[in-house]
Structures are given as C-alpha cells and as structure tokens.
C-alpha cells in the first residue's frame, strides 16, 4: 500500500523544488525560527538575535527543551550554544532533528562541566540527515534552563576538527612477537579505524614499527620511557644517570623519521611512581631542547582530586595532558564525575595553550571474555568521552587502553570482543573522514549507504515510509536514482 501511494506521488514529487545541498557554510543558516519550547515562549526567539545579553528561558530547574525551525530541509554540520548559566557546573543536553516537529532522532549528546556565557562549539564528525526542526533538551544542569545563543551551520561535509587523533596504546608494539598471536588483528583490523598507535621503545626495533604503522597511515606514540626511568623494584622508580646521554643517540638514530612520530610518551602514571613530578619534568626539558614532538603525560585516576586540593602540581612544561580511569562515568574516584575530571585537565591546559587526550574504555582485567553486555555498556561510555572530545577545544584525540585485550597467557583477546571491535573500527574511521575535506555525505537517496541510488533504497524507503524516511527522501531517490 506505501508503494503504491509512493508511486502515486511520483508526477507531484518531480515537480517540487529539490532541497540544495550546502557543501560547507561559514554563517549560521539565515532563515531560522523560533519554534516552540517548553517554557518561556515570549523569550525564545532571543536565542537568534545575535544579542548574547538576552536569552531564552524556563525560568526553571531541567528538564527544559527550545526547538528551532529551518528554512527548508538541510543537513547540519556544526552547532554552537552559548549558556546563560549560574554556577558553573555540569550539564546533559540531548540534540535532536527530525523533518517534523517532536519527530527528532539523536544528533549529539552533551556531557561537560560549563560556565556562564561559554560557546560551546559543536562541530559534528559526521553532518545531519535532511532535518528541518532541531530540538536542545537540558536534562541536567545547576541553574535554571536557559541558552543565550544557539547557531545552527549547514554543511555536507564534516566541519573543521579540532578532534583529529583516534589511537590504540597498550600492549606490545614489536611486530614480530609472536607469543602476542592477535596483535596483527590490533595492526591490521582495528588499526584500520586508527591513526596513531602506541610504540614501545626498543632501540633497534622502533624505526621498523615506525615505519610499518606509517605504511599503514598510521602515526606512532613512541613511549620512550626506558630511556629515562627504571624500576629496581616494582615500587621503587628512579631517574636512569645516563638518561640525557641516551636520549641523544637514541634521538640520533630516530630523528630522520620524527615527521611519522605522532608524540612521544613518557612514563605512564608519574604521579604514581615519583613523590612529585621533579624528575619527570627535567625529562621533559632533555626531550624538547631537540624537538617540538608533543610528550603525553598520562596521569592516574588518583591525581585529579590531588590537582584540585593543590597536593600534585604538574610541571610548568607538560603541555599535553591525559588521565586513564576505566568502567565508571558518575561518581568515580574520589566522588568526581568523568565530565569533572576533564574539566580540570582541560581548565589546566586552556591557560598553558596545551592539548587534552581522553582514554577511553577498552580494558578487560582476567581470561573471562566480556559479554555483549559489558561491551555495549563500554561502548555507551565512549561514545561520551569522543562526544566531550568533540565540544572541548583543547582536546585533539581519543586513545583505547587495550593492554590486557591482546591475549597472552591465556588472557582475553580482540577476538572475543567483536562489538567493541566493530564499533572502535567505525569511529576511527569517521575521525580519519572528518579531517578529510575530500569526504562527504553519501548521495541522497543512497538510504543503504552502498554507494548507489537504486531499487533496495526504494524498498528501504517503502518499508519504514512515515517513520525513519519521509517524502523528502522519496525526492532523493527520485532525483539520483541510478547514480
């Protein structure tokens, strides 16, 4: 019956105007209404007036929502929100569009700790469906809800990233250990979703890991730990007294490929190995007086609350900052959400013009296999660590701890975390399209994303007509079929 009401629209539907694609749109979308909202309907037209001093408002705690009309359908590639917030604290907003009003399907979902009058910027790794309503719905915050801006941005391509770097670190890096029997897959199968892999230093061995990743379009994060620290016992670290004198013949030796060295790491949790971070930051001033290569500091879950109370104090040249806490989102160490805790390393790097990476869940302790539970609840959680990549500008990449994954004595392996794996392929692979301004939306009507226009789009169309697609992909079909 939809096919045949679908064919009857055909003479009608070749008659109507087909929507104009924006390849890219350095101004919000001209046009734009105010539509509806849930409270405070005389204020919303506000957040469209180019006037940050008024706002919209609900003139309530959440949940709250304001829904914004376009002038036709059209994809979106990037949003942009300004708060009108006090205090300052952590919020949930939930974007959604939709080609009919209160029919919106998911575009993003926000996560972070904000402040008054913040510009959150939003630019979307993959654009928008034709959408013609776009809905924010606070669902947490500390204060009333009310936005003082929100712009919306056309485009087919993805905007300008500051989310460039999706890597894999953990586990061994040299290719020819073969007790590690998965890691080709962790090279060759998630790593075609990746590029930046960690590479553990090994003197001879690097510069043949360096260039096989690059080979494979991947840039390596060389941890050149062992060059400075050394452990005479688990619980006792020491800065190596040849340390500067190896770092030259080490750097001598590497420095001919450094344009495929991505960063260097260096010593994984100092904060828990070193009283304070002294030596660790002497390393750092040895590494940079020959290079501008990036040093990542990856910090343990334990010192976010010792940066807060002033007990842990990073060296003034760390300018590339992570932290590593695993299975938790809400209420973690030290009674800190994950939102927070990226806060503060991301209020820490703003004022020193530094870069933020987030490590995100990919971690098995044990030889149980996870079950599929387990990895769509990790899933879940990434998809709120790359989500706070993407609206916090000083954060550059995202890296999956995967050391305990690559089996070895009997521990559990890639192979038995086929979601995860699935989903960590695609994500690196959407990160690696958005940073190439050669990619872009498949053709409209391709519903099936096969690359073509044809009959299985159709009978897509005809079987969720009225739910997922609705006329105006029947005119994408119409206008590309056979392309």
């Excluded at 300052?88 to 996560?111: C, H, P, W």
């Excluded at 040849?242 to 949790?269: C, R, V």
């Excluded at 050391?403 to 975390?417: E, F, H, K, R, Y």
Aim: charged fraction near 20%; aromatic fraction near 10%.
């Amino acid at each position: 019956m939809k096919a045949n009401f679908l064919a009857s629209l055909l003479l009608i539907t070749l008659s109507l105007s087909f929507p104009s694609l924006v390849i890219a749109q350095a101004d919000p979308i001209s046009g734009t209404t105010f539509s509806n909202a849930s409270a405070g309907l005389e204020s919303g037209p506000n957040v469209l007036d180019n006037n940050p001093s008024t706002f919209w408002g609900t003139g309530n705690f959440a949940p709250g929502w304001i829904e914004l009309r376009l002038p036709s359908p059209t994809n979106i590639s990037r949003i942009t929100l300004q708060t009108n917030q006090y205090p300052r604290g952590r919020i949930k907003v939930q974007i959604t569009g939709g080609i009919n009003s209160g029919l919106e399907t998911a575009i993003f979902d926000l996560d972070r700790v904000v402040d008054d009058g913040e510009v959150i910027d939003i630019p979307l790794l993959t654009p928008t469906k034709l959408v013609q309503y776009v809905r924010i719905t606070t669902t947490t915050s500390p204060s009333y809800i009310s936005w003082r801006e929100i712009k919306l941005y056309a485009g087919t391509k993805p905007a300008d990233q500051h989310y460039r770097y999706f890597g894999y670190f953990g586990g061994p890096s040299d290719f020819s250990e073969t007790d590690y029997t998965n890691f080709r897959e962790v090279a060759n199968g998630w790593g075609t979703g990746a590029n930046t892999r960690w590479v553990l230093n090994k003197a001879d061995n690097d510069i043949a890991d360096i260039n096989k990743l690059a080979s494979m379009g991947i840039k390596s994060s060389v941890d050149i730990s062992p060059i400075f620290f050394g452990a005479p016992t688990p619980d006792h670290w020491i800065a190596l007294p040849n340390a500067a004198s190896d770092w030259q013949a080490y750097w001598a030796a590497i420095s001919p490929y450094a344009d495929k060295i991505l960063t260097f790491s260096l010593l994984d949790e100092p904060d828990l190995k070193f009283p304070s971070l002294v030596e660790y930051g002497n390393a750092i001033d040895i590494i940079s007086r020959d290079t501008s290569i990036p040093i990542l500091t990856e910090l343990s879950y334990e010192a976010i609350p010792r940066l807060m109370d002033h007990t842990l104090t990073l060296p003034s040249n760390i300018n590339l900052l992570s932290f590593d806490e695993y299975n938790c989102w809400d209420n973690c160490y030290g009674g800190l959400s994950i939102p927070e805790k990226i806060d503060v390393i991301s209020q820490i790097m703003r004022e020193r013009n530094g870069k933020i990476w987030l490590t995100v869940d990919g971690l098995k302790f044990g030889t149980t296999p996870p079950t599929a539970s387990e990895q769509n609840s990790w899933i879940d959680r990434d998809k709120k660590f790359i989500n706070a990549c993407i609206s916090i500008p000083e954060c550059e990449g995202t890296k999956i701890f995967i050391w305990n994954t690559i089996p070895s004595a009997g521990l559990v392996g890639v192979q038995d975390m086929p979601l995860l794996a699935a989903y960590f392929r695609s994500i690196g692979t959407i990160v690696k399209n958005a940073n190439d301004t050669t990619v872009s939306l498949p053709t409209p009507g391709d519903l099936n994303s096969d690359g073509h226009v044809d009959i299985f789009d159709y009978n897509l169309l005809v079987s969720k007509f009225g739910n997922s697609y609705t006329i105006f992909d029947y005119n994408n079909i119409v206008a590309n079929y056979g392309k």
